[in-house]
T-cell receptor
Framework: DQQVKQNSPSLSVQEGRISILNCDYT??????FLWYKKYPAEGPTFLIS?????DKNEDGRFTVFLNKSAKHLSLHIVPSQPGDSAVYFC?????????FGTGTSLTVIP | DAGVIQSPRHEVTEMGQEVTLRCKPI?????LFWYRQTMMRGLELLIY????????DSGMPEDRFSAKMPNASFSTLKIQPSEPRDSAVYFC??????????????FGDGTRLSIL
C-alpha cells in the first residue's frame, strides 16, 4: 500500500517553461517532506525539503509547496532547463517511518 | 570528499546463488539505509541502522534477506538463496545524526542485480 504516490510517471516540458511535479500522501502524521532527483545509473540526490509547519520553501529555481489539508505536495521548477531532465522522487517521513514515491520522469525539451 | 560507495556496481548470477552487496557510508554519518528500487514499487526501504545497530528491518521482504553493519564504515546486504524476482537496483544511503527522518540522505550509485 503506497503511502506516497506520484501519479504521473512522466512529464515533458519545453525549456524555459515551468515544470510542476505532484505528489500525494495518505498519512496525516507525516511531518517532513523531501524531493530527490535521480539521473540514470546514479543514486538519488537531495534537492529540497519542507517541514509540515510551512507551506512553501524556495531554493533558486526550485520551490516546494505543501497543502496539508489536501495531503498534496508539489515541486515547481522555473525556468526548466535540459539538465533538469531526470527522475524526481518525493519522500515523506514521520518519526522512524520514511516512504518514497515511485518517481516522475521529467524531460525538458530544448 | 568521498560519498557513499557501493560495490559491485553490477551483479549477474544464477538463481539459488548467494549474493552479497557492500556499502561504505560517508565518514561520520550515524545512520545507514538499504533500499531496493523496482519499476512497480519505486524505492522501498529495506532496513536501516543507527550507530551500527539495526533499528527497523520490517521492509526486508523475506528471511532470505539479511543485513549487517559490523562497524561504522561497512555494511552488507546478503540474499541467500537468490531468486529472479530479487532482480532490482539496490541502493545504500547514509545520513548524519540519529534523528535521520528530518535530514537528507546521501545515496550511493547503486548495485544493479540480475538473477537469471
Amino acid at each position: 500500500d503506497q503511502q506516497v504516490k506520484q501519479n504521473s510517471p512522466s512529464l515533458s516540458v519545453q525549456e524555459g517553461r515551468i515544470s510542476i511535479l505532484n505528489c500525494d500522501y495518505t498519512n496525516s502524521m507525516f511531518d517532513y517532506f523531501l524531493w530527490y532527483k535521480k539521473y540514470p545509473a546514479e543514486g538519488p540526490t537531495f534537492l529540497i525539503s519542507i517541514s509540515s509547519i510551512k507551506d512553501k520553501n524556495e531554493d533558486g529555481r526550485f520551490t516546494v509547496f505543501l497543502n496539508k489539508s489536501a495531503k498534496h505536495l508539489s515541486l515547481h521548477i522555473v525556468p526548466s532547463q535540459p539538465g533538469d531532465s531526470a527522475v524526481y522522487f518525493c519522500a515523506a517521513s514521520s518519526g522512524n517511518q520514511f516512504y518514497f514515491g515511485t518517481g516522475t520522469s521529467l524531460t525538458v525539451i530544448p | 570528499d568521498a560519498g557513499v560507495i557501493q560495490s559491485p556496481r553490477h551483479e549477474v548470477t544464477e538463481m539459488g546463488q548467494e549474493v552479497t552487496l557492500r556499502c561504505k557510508p560517508i565518514s561520520g554519518h550515524n545512520s545507514l539505509f538499504w533500499y531496493r528500487q523496482t519499476m512497480m514499487r519505486g524505492l522501498e526501504l529495506l532496513i536501516y541502522f543507527n550507530n551500527n545497530v539495526p533499528i527497523d528491518d520490517s521492509g526486508m521482504p523475506e528471511d532470505r534477506f539479511s543485513a549487517k553493519m559490523p562497524n561504522a564504515s561497512f555494511s552488507t546486504l546478503k540474499i541467500q538463496p537468490s531468486e529472479p524476482r530479487d532482480s532490482a537496483v539496490y541502493f545504500c544511503a547514509s545520513s548524519p545524526g540519529v534523528t535521520w527522518a528530518n535530514q537528507p540522505q546521501h545515496f550511493g550509485d547503486g548495485t544493479r542485480l540480475s538473477i537469471l
